[in-house]
């Protein structure tokens, strides 16, 4: 179950990460980068979600818009230490 569970986070971090590089254009990573980004954003996402109170519902889309919304954050990071 643990491969099954790895497999997931890296097919759906793909998927986000892919996303909030679309979103925020010029700032795609090549196919391993959007998996990390997208990995970091679900982490991010989860977090921010739990401590803001709110709930998307179950499901792989709900897990899927998180790591967007959380990968959005982590590029806007991202662009504000590159600028510097």
């Known amino acids: 179950m643990e491969g099954q569970g790895l497999l997931y986070a890296i097919i759906i971090g793909g998927i986000a990460g892919w996303l909030a590089g679309e979103i925020r254009r ?18 991010v996402g989860s977090w921010l979600f ?6 998307l519902g179950t499901g792989v889309v709900a897990y ?21």
Do not use: D, E
């Not at 010029?26 to 982490?43: K, Q």
């Open 50 to 55: 739990g401590v803001l109170g709110v709930s």
């Open 64 to 84: 899927i818009i998180k790591a967007v919304i959380g990968a959005l954050v982590v590029l806007f990071i991202v662009g504000l230490i590159k600028r510097t």
């Open 26 to 43: 010029g700032f795609g990573f090549g196919l391993i980068g959007n998996i990390i980004i997208g990995i970091v954003g679900a982490v």
